[in-house]
């Protein structure tokens, strides 16, 4: 998939901008745009070891768990490695688990954000995932957030939920939320 | 210390628990009653009918977990497991995300225990205007009363934690209305972890209490199994086809289950029941199926305490304030209440990341959040959103959020705010993506009065469904009788939070209990003497 390869119906930034707020047939037509793109994954299988994500998808779910991460990624590469690979392996658990519309949506997203056209115009991302940083998403989770289109704030709202659900339910992080977890007595006495 | 479990127990007695995802061939199923669901209106309703005589079957969709399995009151774990779409469920532009539970107990196994009656107006509202019948307050006490004896409901008698304490102490100092939240709890152990299945049964959700009771009356419970489609023919249901699930409940086996009942009880929720009746393309002549689905739109102020608030333990919810629910304008009110915050849940209504993320996160210990529920569906501009399904037949939900309810909840984070500095907060931030944290009440009120009340940029949730399949004697808004019979299909129940006209204004479990014990005691009435006689 080349990310500039895009035929000359392909929306352009103005077009884009042009799109409603907040409106549901607005993914439809990026979706469709991406199809003609030749970029969706709907039918591609999942990568091996996972159960919804596809191998392209894998960089950008790393680089989602890290940017939402930020300064709370742990510091012993070995362990934020750990961290990530568990966050990536989340997120497969959660989008697996939604009902086939949102899945279908989700999907939408996904492929958009692995077009360049998109990615670079909505996102201000101009590198492919697989060779972008934590601040690149961190770039794009700013733009999304920022933007005036109530879709694009949706997208925001879902990767960031996605990212610190992943991230900040693992044991790992609980020390920077400074949460003991369950109360020691009773995971004692359950446990007993 | 050993808990009981109480299937293992079960089991070894002789209860008929089949996990339809072993089922290796296709089977016809009999009973006198299907039940769809294993939450609080099925739950409830199995124990009614099996006690009347009956044979009971129950279908769940999810899986069963006990006792045993919530002993690692691990968030991600249980989220990902006990709740609709691993927690990920949202209204179809996903505004809202809904926190609904998926499991043998649905709801009632991952509920915050709030018990509240159904309030007057609330019942008057429907009376008036769907023509219910015989739900008065005082025709309702009575079997809220019983379940409440049936599941132990009492005011929360333990001091509030930290968490709820600020609603408390807040509503006190500004000289507003407050109460201590009634509980289903026997011998709880104030763990603050109801979330995520109670390790010690005390909680008394339906999976250890109306369900072991029919189970011990020789109900059948069949999970990881989806009611697909109702077969309607000359004004009755004559059958019901469900398909087996695999072990993870995501994907069907290819096995199916035909179901033969005298009579039809869907109980899967306000989502999942309209679905059901719009995939069999039940009777509806005038539209109603799915229509008029309430929320309580949820909206959430966060603020930060210099002293210790710890959130993530102690009961999830012991306090309430409906001073604003019932407005004296007639407006929309909302009630408050307070969420537990284990770092999980916490971090995903926050909607940030990053650095500002991580710093939210290391105050999680020092923050109080408090979260107003809408009351929507009592006006015309608030008439709650629709459940339809899409070409696959699977359930959409959309909702819009129109003015009069973007303003009620600007209200709220206003009132949020205003007791939670009252209560001692050194900051305060609404829960939106354009809030910054305000050191006091005049920053709080010009920040607030700023917000861009929009979908996305403000942060809203929901955990409750009501309405789809509204009860009623009126025919054109109603899809169910005031007893819960289907207004075109003559053996045909609703039990379940679908059955509302509209919200509540509370909490749903109790009003769940009393409309479905009372309905399914007079199904019983209706059914039983048959059922005797053919014995």
């Known amino acids: 998939m080349s990310p500039d390869w895009a035929p000359a119906t392909a929306l352009d930034r103005r077009g884009f901008l042009k799109l409603g707020a907040g409106s549901a047939a607005a993914f439809t037509l990026l979706g ?86 998109f990615r670079r115009f909505a996102g201000g991302v101009a590198k492919p995932w697989s060779e972008a940083t934590a601040a690149d998403m961190q770039a794009l989770l700013a733009n999304f957030s920022a933007s005036r289109l109530g879709l694009l704030n949706g997208a925001f709202r879902a990767l960031a939920k996605i990212g610190s659900i992943v991230f900040w339910s693992q044991p790992v992080a609980y020390p920077l939320a400074r949460y003991p977890g369950p109360p020691a007595w009773a995971v004692a006495a359950l446990n007993a | 210390m050993a808990i009981n479990d109480l299937y293992t127990d079960g089991l070894a007695k002789g209860w008929k628990i089949r996990d339809a995802s072993t089922l290796t061939r296709d089977e016809t199923l009999e009973a006198d009653v299907v039940i769809v669901g294993s939450g609080a209106g099925g739950g409830t309703a199995a124990e009614i009918l099996s006690a009347a005589g009956l044979s009971v079957l129950m279908l769940e969709e999810g899986a069963l977990y006990t006792s045993r399995d919530f002993k690692a009151l691990d968030e991600f774990s249980s989220y990902s497991k006990l709740y609709q779409e691993a927690a990920g469920r949202a209204t179809s532009d996903g505004a809202i995300p809904i926190l609904q539970g998926r499991a043998v107990g649905g709801t009632t196994l991952v509920n915050w225990t709030t018990s509240i009656r159904t309030p007057a107006q609330t019942l008057e509202y429907w009376t008036r205007d769907f023509g219910l019948k015989s739900s008065a307050s005082d025709d309702m006490a009575p079997w809220f009363a019983k379940m409440e004896e049936r599941l132990g409901v009492a005011p929360w008698a333990a001091e509030p934690n930290a968490n709820n304490a600020v609603l408390r102490d807040g509503c006190e100092k500004l000289g507003l209305h407050w109460k201590t939240i009634p509980r289903n709890v026997r011998g709880c152990w104030n763990l603050g972890y109801c979330g995520v299945g109670c390790p010690v049964n005390a909680k008394q959700s339906m999976l250890v209490t109306t369900i072991p009771a029919a189970l011990d009356r020789g109900m059948t419970l069949v999970h990881h199994a989806r009611a697909d489609r109702l077969q309607f023919a000359g004004g009755r249901v ?53 229509q ?103 359930p959409v939900f959309d909702y819009d959020v129109h003015e009069p309810l973007w303003n009620a909840l600007r209200h709220a984070f206003v009132q949020m705010a205003e007791i939670q500095f009252a209560a001692g907060a050194k900051s305060v931030r609404p829960a939106h993506i354009d809030a910054e944290p305000c050191a006091n009440m005049d920053e709080a009120r010009a920040a607030i009065a700023a917000l861009p009340m929009r ?40 039990f379940d939070g679908s059955m509302f006209p509209s919200s509540i204004g509370a909490n749903p479990q109790l009003t769940i209990y009393g409309f479905v014990s009372r309905n399914a005691t007079a199904l019983a009435e209706a059914l039983a003497p048959a059922a005797k006689a053919a014995a």
């Open chain 1, 32 to 117: 469709a745009s991406v199809q003609l793109a030749g970029c969706s994954q709907q039918a591609t299988p999942a990568a091996a070891g996972f159960r919804w994500l596809t191998a392209a998808d894998l960089p950008f779910a790393r680089l989602l768990v890290a940017g939402v991460a930020g300064s709370a990624l742990p510091a012993d590469p070995a362990v934020a490695d750990a961290a990530l690979e568990e966050g990536v392996r989340r997120i497969d658990i959660c989008l697996d688990a939604l009902g086939a519309p949102a899945q279908k949506e989700v999907r939408k997203l996904f492929d958009l954000l692995q077009w360049g056209p």
């Open chain 2, 238 to 290: 004559n059958g019901l086809t469900v398909h087996a699930l695999d072990a993870d409940t995501r994907h069907p086996t290819g096995i199916t289950l035909n179901v033969r009942a005298r009579h039809y009880v869907l109980a899967g929720g306000a989502i999942n029941t309209p679905a059901l009746l719009l995939r069999s393309k039940a009777p509806d002549p005038h539209q109603r199926i799915g």
């Open chain 2, 292 to 394: 008029r689905t309430c929320v309580h739109p949820v909206n959430a102020s966060l603020a930060v305490f210099e002293r210790q608030i710890d959130g993530f333990h102690g009961a999830p919810q012991s306090i309430y304030s409906d001073h604003f629910l019932w407005p004296e304008d007639g407006g929309i009110g909302y009630k408050l209440e307070v969420p537990p915050l284990q770092p999980m849940l916490a971090s995903s209504v926050l909607a940030r990341y990053g650095d500002a993320l991580a710093q939210d996160m290391a105050q999680l210990p020092n923050t109080n959040v408090l979260i107003a529920l809408m009351r929507d569906g009592f006006h015309e501009q608030s008439a709650g959103g629709r459940v339809r399904i899409d070409d696959a037949g699977q």
């Open chain 2, 455 to 494: 979908k996305h940029r403000t942060g809203l949730v929901t955990a409750h469904l009501m309405g789809g399949c509204a009860m009623g004697e009126d025919r054109q808004r109603c899809v169910i009788d005031s007893r819960g019979r289907h207004h075109e299909t003559e053996n045909l129940s609703i």
